[in-house]
């Protein structure tokens, strides 16, 4: 049995340090969906969006140095 409390907490420091990643949005993912709750659905959409930032922010930083 998963205890969502932690996994929570965990997630919640990695987002606030910036250094969630895609095995994070699988972790949220599946809290929201046994919790249900809207906080936890808050909390996967915001670790979606920060991969999804930081991913297009390599990208661009890889465009830059090959140019």
């Not at 340090?17 to 996967?44: F, H, K, N, P």
């Amino acid at each position: 049995m998963i205890n969502y409390n932690i996994v929570r907490s965990e997630l919640t420091k990695k987002l606030a340090a910036g250094t969630v990643t895609r095995d994070d949005i699988s972790a949220s993912m599946q809290m929201a969906r046994a919790l249900g709750s809207e906080s936890a659905r808050v909390l996967y959409v915001q670790i979606k969006r920060q991969v999804e930032a930081n991913e297009e922010k390599e990208s661009t930083e890889i465009e830059a140095v090959d140019a």
